[in-house]
């Protein structure tokens, strides 16, 4: 019904930048909120930043200031600028979306991931 569909991931030096984007498609009458989450290996999925459909954002503390969350409605698109990228911001990141149906109903769906790399 909805699909989510990340890229922008790979291999960066530490200190660089890398920009992911996600994109919704499907049965969509409108999203709520957007976000990006992280499961880096042997840990738990951690929230990365969230934003909302009137551009409320909010923000992990171990990426303020160097990752930017925005979103453009038109497009059911959601980005994540990341800056100053350090090694422990190695994870697969995941794009989750609250999805609004066209036919009544509301689905939280998730992206199949998509994997950021910093070296040191």
């Known amino acids: 019904q909805v699909q989510l569909v990340e890229s922008g991931g790979g291999l960066v030096q530490a200190g660089g930048s890398l920009r992911l984007s996600c994109a919704a498609s499907?049965?969509?009458?409108?999203?709520?909120?957007m976000g990006w989450y992280r499961q880096a290996p042997g840990k738990q999925r951690e929230l990365v930043a969230t934003?909302?459909?009137?551009?409320?954002?909010n923000y992990a503390d171990s990426v303020k200031g160097r990752f930017t969350i925005s979103r453009d409605n038109a497009k059911n698109t959601v980005y994540l600028q990341m800056s100053s990228l350090k090694p422990e911001d190695t994870a697969v990141y995941y794009c989750?979306?609250?999805?609004?149906?066209?036919?009544?109903?509301?689905?939280?769906?998730w992206g199949q991931g998509t994997l950021v790399t910093v070296s040191s």
């Open positions: 499907g049965s969509i009458f409108s999203i709520n909120a």
């Open positions: 934003i909302t459909s009137g551009g409320s954002t």
């Open positions: 989750n979306a609250g999805v609004r149906l066209v036919v009544v109903g509301y689905l939280e769906v």
